[in-house]
């Protein structure tokens, strides 16, 4: 299942929501211009190593970039056009909501929070692998269980794919964030060793960031008012 949009109405223009599918897609157009080997030091530079992050808990790293800022860049890196697409769009229908409840200012604190949160829950996982870990489905999985909490009845028009046939359905909301991250805990969980070595876009599925940044949103987002206006 794939979410197109959601029918509940929002109160404000979402400018962070936009800024930030803005900023990512901006980013990832840079990373297309980059030869193979630039690419790959921009990775080291701004993804999260988790060997790196970890020596430099201890102060044995000095780069241009401190080690703890790339739990941020990170989240506005990608590795292919389909996860940049995908995450973008998970974005762009439910993050408007979680903005129009929290404000400007307290949405993009709670979604950098997320996203940074996150990706130290999969850096616990594998604390010296050597493989950049970077991309933004840490914080958008805060936003979804941000989303679940607050709108779990919303209808959500999503695309479904039956083989060769495609349709459309109203679904509701907690019925597709519950399978997003039921599928996200079994395969975390089944295949906890192989999770070990995968990063949010680089070698397979960062389950456990996925996992913690949903956590964390369901948390954080109460905490900043999610639910100040009822």
């Not at 794939?2 to 962070?16: A, G, K, S, V």
């Not at 990170?74 to 998970?90: P, R, T």
């Not at 996982?125 to 970077?134: A, E």
């Not at 489905?137 to 495609?166: D, E, K, M, N, W």
Request: net charge negative; aromatic share 16%.
């Amino acid at each position: 299942m794939f979410p197109l949009y959601d029918e509940n109405p929002t109160r404000i223009t979402p400018y962070i929501t936009y800024g930030l599918i803005g900023m990512n897609v901006l980013v990832f157009l840079h990373e297309f211009t980059l030869p193979d080997a630039q690419l790959q030091q921009f990775f080291q530079l701004y993804a999260v190593i988790p060997q790196q992050l970890t020596a430099s808990f201890g102060g044995a790293i000095n780069q241009p970039v401190p080690e703890w800022a790339t739990l941020f860049t990170s989240q506005f890196l990608h590795g292919g056009w389909w996860h940049l697409i995908s995450n973008m769009v998970f974005l762009w229908v439910f993050g408007n909501n979680i903005e129009d409840r929290l404000g400007h200012f307290k949405y993009i604190v709670f979604y950098l929070a997320c996203g940074a949160l996150a990706a130290l829950c999969q850096w616990f996982i594998g604390m010296d692998s050597t493989i950049p870990s970077l991309g933004a489905s840490g914080a958008i999985a805060g936003v979804l269980g941000a989303y679940l909490i607050r709108f779990p009845h919303t209808l959500v028009r999503t695309l479904i794919f039956l083989g060769f046939f495609i349709t459309t359905l109203r679904v509701p909301a907690w019925v597709l964030i519950g399978l997003f991250i039921l599928q996200n805990v079994i395969s975390g969980v089944a295949d906890l060793q192989k999770a070990v070595n995968m990063t949010m876009e680089t070698g397979g599925v960062a389950y456990w960031a996925h996992i913690g940044g949903f956590v964390f949103g369901l948390v954080l987002g109460p905490l900043l008012g999610l639910f100040n206006d009822d």
